[in-house]
């Protein structure tokens, strides 16, 4: 389970972390980008993700070896 946790925070991450390069930077790259619904509200949707990326980082520390 510790091993799950921390993927999906590290995809989140990666993903928030695109976002965020797409918005500031020319970077066409990430799934933020390409959510419709999301339209104007990438940048949240990209710090949404990483602030849960460091969530899923505590929840998997906090969780036993196993």
Do not use: C, N, P
Request: aromatic residues 12%.
């Amino acid at each position: 389970m510790k091993q799950l946790l921390e993927i999906v925070g590290f995809l989140a991450l990666v993903q928030g972390v695109a976002g965020l390069l797409h918005e500031f930077t020319d970077v066409h790259w990430g799934l933020v980008r390409r959510i419709g619904f999301l339209d104007g509200y990438e940048v949240y949707a990209s710090v949404a993700l990483l602030v849960l990326s460091f969530a899923l980082f505590a929840a998997a520390e906090s969780r036993k070896r196993g």
